[in-house]
């Protein structure tokens, strides 16, 4: 089974960078694109950014769009969000996720997305 486990969030200073990872703890990665989200306190659980199984295709929210960059690395099991120019409203525990088997295509839709990790803390000082 698909489990989900992220890393590399903390604190970092305003205009800095910082990379997230999400391995997947299970004996095999499923064959399914995945995505990241983010939920600040008092807010909804938003999307961020999501890849397709294969790695070819990518989508991002407005927000981020010219700032963070998805990627994978199926040899790994590992999906990644290198984060940069990082501004305070991006202070949030950032959820990894990951449809079922089989459905490939990235997707902004929360709904769509079957698995998902416990989340990781990044804060951003002004």
């Known amino acids: 089974q698909v489990q989900l486990v992220e890393s590399g969030g903390g604190l970092v200073q305003a205009g800095g960078s910082l990379e997230l990872s999400c391995a997947n703890s299970g004996r095999t990665f499923s064959s399914s694109a995945m995505g990241w989200f983010r939920q600040a306190p008092g807010k909804e659980r938003e999307f961020v950014a999501s890849?397709?199984?294969?790695?070819?295709?990518?989508t991002y929210a407005d927000s981020v769009q010219c700032r963070f960059t998805i990627s994978r690395d199926s040899a790994k099991n590992t999906m990644y969000l290198q984060m940069t120019t990082l501004k305070p409203e991006d202070t949030a525990v950032y959820y990894c996720?990951?449809?079922?088997?089989?459905?490939?295509?990235?997707?902004?839709?929360?709904?769509?997305?079957?698995?998902w990790g416990r989340g990781n803390q990044v804060t951003v000082s002004s």
């Open positions: 890849i397709s199984w294969i790695g070819s295709s990518a």
């Open positions: 996720a990951a449809r079922a088997r089989g459905f490939t295509s990235p997707t902004r839709t929360i709904k769509e997305y079957n698995y």
